[in-house]
């Protein structure tokens, strides 16, 4: 038994798509891949950016922190605890200490970014104690100035974690750190060194004084420790942006020395340009009093102005190092996003076109293959049979034996397979037209020698004739009598020979004959014609054209009547004209009858005629009354007897043959009744007796 369900009977389209399926998931597993890479990168990236915005806000609250402390040295110095300086720059860094906060939410929780967060934390408890302690017996200048250090060293170490995107990502964060490093050192100088300026120092305690010094050299050191490592981490442009901002603020320096002489010289008083940087860190880490350094210019305006300008020129480079990190990732998350969006719509777009090319050459292939089908069922089941139809009917030699192709012009196995069936068409159509000619030939055979029997025929029924009108011997006459109906079925057997070659009757009536005559004549040519009784046989004129072959056909079913019925009993004939102008004969015999299944064999024989092979032999003469009635528009058929015995032979003659009409308009009555009669010609072999 078949399996009706496998790979084998899926249908094209299906099996495309199950062979697409394979390279399909490969590509959606390895464009998967490559997509998560990408939104791996874009997270990354993202994360990068937060990361970034976190060392901005943790740079510029130690910025600010560290820049509170240096503004308020000599306010608090001088005891003013409460000066609107002191008071501005701790709420700058209160508002920097909540935009940290911000940023710490968003932050990517990582352990070393949470472990950097934590120091923070832990320096920010310790602000509140400091600012309430400084430059008091609590916590001295030193203390004060180096306890910032809880604040600012782990907020500045935060910029570790920077550079993701940057070519030297690892250097990175490390040339950051140097810059802060060395902005914290120059942010300790610079209150140290204010401190040490205006402070009392007969106020000092024993040692005091050394510890500042101490501190003050150690971070000038420190700061130089500071480039030194900027410099070896840091690129080229990195390096050169630092030497950049240091000469602008050594010329801005340079401008506010002329701007102090000229406003001094204004007001009268004596200027004394302060030295360079270097120099003023050399003069106050000597010891020197504060008035002895204010005679070489060393003023604690002067050198807090001075180290602001280097101080800001760190800070700088600080904000140009944390904005180009920024900026870097903005740009690779935003690159890793289109790209992940592209690579995505890539890997959709390409499963999709696969999917539609292989349903477009799923549909190709299908339409194909289902126009092949449709036309190979066509040719098999309308197509070739009506053409060997066609050429078994037609005139040999005048047949055009050309085929119609299958509309299919591809080059493809599909349309190889069209060509090969167009060939098969071809071939069979050559060899139904080589077949047609062989019967042609043969039937000219059949002709040629039925005419020639015919002639001796009809010269030995002369003779038979001649000597019957001689003959006075009843004995002998009868013998005479047999002969002549044994030359006459010879000459319908030759009759038969034309009628199965498809020639027509050399000879017919040119005048109308009464329909009784037709069957007298019918009787006459069956050698048991004695047993043939007429009854009730209308007054109908056949048409002379016609007369030859309706003898030809009633004498072929009255000697199958005859033949196989009991010779002892008779065979009835009767006829009757239907109120349409038709005129129903029946034939009834009481013979061994038919099965049904024969019977409908024969009856579709009499209806549609079958071409001329061996098997015709065994019934010629009911092939004979195929042919004729088609030939005059009659019909002929079968059926069992009444009450199951014999065999009845129905013989429709249309009005066309009988010169003769309905002459009134036919009642419900008798329009049933023509119904009736129709039916009796049915396909079938169930049969039924006429309405009362």
């Known amino acids: 038994m078949r399996r009706r369900f496998g790979a084998r009977n899926l249908r094209v389209a299906q099996k495309l798509q199950a062979i697409l399926l394979i390279p399909v998931l490969v590509a959606l597993a390895l464009g998967g891949v490559r997509v998560k890479r990408t939104v791996d990168t874009w997270q990354t990236a993202e994360d990068a950016v937060r990361v970034a915005e976190l060392v901005q806000a943790a740079n510029k609250y130690a910025n ?62 310790q602000l509140p104690v400091v600012r309430a302690s400084a430059f008091t017996a609590k916590l001295t200048g030193v203390q004060t100035e180096e306890s910032y250090h809880a604040v600012q060293h782990p907020l500045m170490e935060i910029s570790n974690e920077l550079g993701f995107g940057i070519t030297s990502q690892s250097t990175y964060g490390r040339t950051l750190y140097a810059v802060s490093l060395t902005q914290a050192a120059e942010s300790l100088i610079r209150a140290i060194g204010t401190h040490l300026l205006v402070q009392d120092r007969s106020k000092l305690s024993k040692g005091e004084l050394q510890a500042q010094l101490g501190s003050f050299s150690s971070y000038v050191y ?24 240091l000469t602008d603020a050594q010329k801005k320096g340079q401008e506010q020395s002329i701007e102090a002489r000229t406003q001094a010289e204004a007001a009268g008083k004596t200027f004394v340009p302060p030295p360079g940087l270097a120099e003023m860190y050399r003069a106050i880490a000597s010891g020197a009093p504060a008035a002895k350094l204010a005679e070489q210019g060393i003023t604690p305006e002067a050198f807090f102005a001075a180290s602001t300008l ?44 696969a999917f539609l090319l292989a349903n477009w050459v799923a549909r190709t292939m299908s339409t194909s293959m289902r126009r092949l089908s449709a036309s190979a069922h066509e040719i098999a089941a309308q197509r070739l049979p009506a053409r060997l139809t066609q050429l078994t009917r037609a005139i040999p030699g005048r047949v055009d034996s050309d085929v119609e192709p299958i509309p299919i012009t591809t080059t493809d196995e599909i349309g190889e397979v069209a060509r090969a069936f167009d060939h098969v068409h071809r071939e069979a159509v050559r060899l139904a037209a080589e077949q047609a000619l062989l019967r042609a030939n043969i039937n000219t055979i059949f002709s040629n020698l039925a005419r020639r029997n015919q002639s001796l025929i009809e010269r030995q029924l002369t003779m038979i004739t001649d000597l019957e009108g001689r003959e006075a011997d009843p004995d002998q006459l009868e013998n005479l009598f047999q002969l002549d109906h044994l030359a006459t079925r010879v000459r319908r057997n030759g009759e038969n020979l034309l009628v199965l070659s498809g020639e027509t009757p050399a000879q017919q009536w040119d005048q109308p004959l009464p329909l009784v005559d037709v069957i007298r004549a019918a009787v006459s040519e069956v050698e048991q014609y004695e047993r043939v009784q007429l009854a009730a ?37 009767t006829a009757s004209r239907l109120p349409d102008g038709r005129i129903m004969l029946e034939i009834h015999d009481r013979g061994i009858g038919l099965p049904p299944e024969e019977l409908a064999v024969i009856n579709r024989s009499l209806a549609d005629p079958p071409t001329v092979d061996a098997a015709i032999s065994q019934r010629m003469g009911l092939y004979v009354v195929g042919r004729l009635a088609d030939r005059h528009g009659i019909r002929a058929q079968l059926r069992p007897g009444d009450a199951g015995q014999g065999t009845t032979a129905l013989v429709m003659l249309p009005d066309t043959i009988n010169h003769r009409s309905a002459t009134e308009e036919p009642d419900a009555d008798t329009m049933a009744m023509v119904a009736f009669v129709d039916s009796r010609f049915s396909d079938g072999t169930t049969w039924t007796n006429a309405p009362s």
Do not use: C, W
């Not at 040295?73 to 008071?87: E, F, M, Q, W, Y």
């Not at 080229?236 to 901002?245: N, P």
């Not at 180009?324 to 592209?342: E, Q, S």
């Open 64 to 125: 600010d922190a560290i820049n509170e402390r240096d503004v308020s040295v000599i306010p608090l110095v001088k005891g003013d605890r409460n000066s609107a300086t002191v008071v501005k720059a701790r709420q700058i860094t209160d508002e920097d200490a909540k935009r940290f906060d911000a940023e710490v939410d968003r932050m990517p929780k990582t352990a070393g970014l949470k472990r950097r967060v934590s120091l923070v934390r832990e320096g920010e408890k």
């Open 222 to 245: 420190l700061e130089q420790i500071g480039l030194q490592e900027y410099t070896g981490f840091a690129g080229t442009t990195e390096t050169t942006r630092l030497r950049e901002a």
């Open 310 to 353: 280097s101080f800001d020129a760190y800070r700088s480079v600080e904000v140009y190092l944390t904005d180009t990190a920024l900026a870097k990732a903005h740009t690779i998350a935003d690159d890793a996003r289109n790209a992940a969006i592209l690579n995505a719509a890539l890997v959709l777009a390409a499963i999709l076109a």
């Open 537 to 573: 046989v209308p007054e109908a004129p056949i048409d002379g054209r016609a007369v030859n072959d309706l003898v030809h056909l009633l004498a072929e079913l009255l000697e199958n009547a005859t033949t196989f019925s009991s010779p002892h009993v008779p065979v009835h004939v």
